[in-house]
């Protein structure tokens, strides 16, 4: 089946460091990818998406390429600041029928940004 | 901001208690998912709907039972309370498979 793979973490950063989040994916077919943010006492939210091979989502300074041949989607940021402390969670879809299956989550990394 | 609320935020109960978690949404999204946090395990999924009593187990769905008799509100039961389903409960809705929407999680704590 469908699966996820992120480094856990906790990740410690000076702010204006320089961020990578590793994710690695295994799939049947063509899925889309995602990255979610969790900040502290909230609901995930969409940070960026790719649906299709070489696509670059972005968003806030964060980029992730979509490379299928190496069944990645890593999350950089060039420069991080306090505020980007949180939870990050790589994801993606599977594009089946049955949506409830869809969705598969990886464990989570926490960054945290010092000042 | 997609309109979702779950309620309660916060419920202490005891073990073999039955417990309902209620998911609202304001958006029409035809699917409407339960997932649990836990730490290490990331979002797991409880169960699904795909309509209006149409629904579906997800992965750790033991223990749990949902309802969905309109559009906009999606139950989640646990009939007897473990203190294994302690956890944070999230509601997500998704207008197809591209994107989903989160509510701000209800944390459950089960004595």
């Known amino acids: 089946g469908n699966s996820v793979t992120q480094m856990e973490g906790p990740v410690t950063l000076s702010e204006e460091a320089f961020l990578t989040i590793n994710c690695t994916y295994t799939a049947t ?8 943010v969790q900040y502290p006492g909230e609901g995930l939210q969409l940070l960026l998406k790719a649906t299709k091979a ?15 041949e190496t069944t990645s989607f890593h999350l950089e940021k060039g420069s991080v600041q306090v505020s980007d402390s949180a939870v990050y969670f790589c994801a993606l ?4 029928d049955n949506y409830g ?13 010092l000042p | 901001d997609a309109g979702i609320t779950q309620s309660p935020r916060h419920k ?3 073990t073999g208690t039955p417990v309902t978690l209620r998911c609202h949404q304001t958006e029409n ?11 290490g395990h990331g979002l797991r999924l409880i169960h699904y709907s795909y309509g209006v009593k149409d629904t579906d187990k997800g992965e750790v769905s033991d223990g749990y039972s ?11 039961t646990l009939e007897s309370a473990t203190s294994s389903q302690t956890s944070v409960y999230f509601c997500a809705i998704s207008a197809g498979s591209e994107k989903l929407f989160f509510g ?8």
Not at chain 1, 29 to 36: C, E
Not at chain 1, 101 to 113: E, I
Not at chain 2, 66 to 76: G, I, P
């Open chain 1, 29 to 36: 077919g063509y899925p889309s990818l995602f990255w979610y």
């Open chain 1, 54 to 68: 070489d696509d670059k989502g972005s968003n806030k300074g964060f980029e992730a390429t979509y490379r299928k």
């Open chain 1, 93 to 96: 879809s599977g594009g089946r």
């Open chain 1, 101 to 113: 299956q869809n969705f598969v989550f990886g464990p989570g990394t926490r960054l945290s940004v």
């Open chain 2, 12 to 14: 202490v109960t005891e």
């Open chain 2, 29 to 39: 999204h035809r699917y409407m998912y339960w997932y649990r946090q836990d730490p």
């Open chain 2, 66 to 76: 949902v309802s969905r008799s309109k559009t906009e509100d999606f139950l989640l």
């Open chain 2, 104 to 111: 701000s999680g209800t944390q459950l704590s089960v004595l």
